[in-house]
C-alpha cells in the first residue's frame, strides 16, 4: 500500500458529503436524535485507492497498477473507453499479471464498460494465461448493493458475450468499513431541531471545533465526524 501511495497518492477529498443531525427538544432536553450520512451530489469516481486498501486488508499480494490518467477535473466525469483501452492494451505486453480487473470500470458509460470487458476477454483468449473478474455496472437503475437485480444481470448477459470461459461476474458491491477521504471545510451540516432549522444548520464539520466561530462545538463535532468516519465506502469486488 505504501508503494501504491509513493506513486500514486491517495484518494481525493470527496466534497459532497453531507451530515445530517435530527434533534427533539422538549423545553432545553434534547429527547431524541439521530444522525445520518449522505451524499449530496456525485461523489468522485476515483475509487482505485479504496479497492487497494480492501485487497491488501483481505490477503492480497502482489499487484500491478496500470495508469490511464491523473484524476479528472470534475471528480464525477466518466471515465472513457479509449481510457482505459489504453491501459489494457498496455497490460497484454506484461506476463506475470494473471487477473484484470476494473475497480473504476463501473463508473463508465454501460455500453463502454461492456465493450471494454469484451475486449479483456478477447485478451484472455488470445494469451491464454489470464482471467478476467468483472463487476455488473449499475447506472441504469442505480444499483449498487441491492434492486432489480434481475435487470441488470439481464443488460450485463447481453453486452458481455465473449469467451465467456474467461471470465466471473460478481454481484453485489461491498459496503466496506473503509471510511471516505475528506476536508471537514467541505462536509455541510444540515441540523433541525422540531423539525426547524437548529443553530449547526449549514455550517461545515471544521466551524464545529473552532472555537473562534459561532457555531463552536466540540461535543456536536465529536458525535458528527465520527458519524462521517463510520459511512463506509462501497466497492465492487477486488478479489486478493
Known sequence: MLEYETFFGKAANEDNLEVTLVQEQTGSVITKESI?????????????????QSYFANGGGPCYIVSVGAFKGALGDQLSLSEMSAGLNALAKEDEPTLIVFPEGQNMDESEYY???????AQCN????????????H???????SGDVATIAESFRDGVTNHLKYGAAYFPNIKTVFPYQYSEDTINIVHTVNGSPGSLNGVSLSNLKDSSNAAYNTSAYGK????????????PLLLP
Open 36 to 52: 445520518s450520512v449522505a451524499f449530496n451530489g456525485a461523489p468522485s469516481r476515483h475509487i482505485m485507492y479504496y479497492a487497494l
Open 115 to 121: 465493450t471494454l470487458q469484451n475486449d479483456a476477454l
Open 126 to 137: 488470445l494469451l491464454q494465461d489470464r482471467f478476467s473478474i468483472m463487476d455488473l455496472h
Open 139 to 145: 447506472s441504469g437503475a442505480g444499483l449498487l448493493t
Open 224 to 235: 458528527l465526524k465520527s458519524a462521517v468516519s463510520d459511512f463506509g465506502v462501497v466497492l
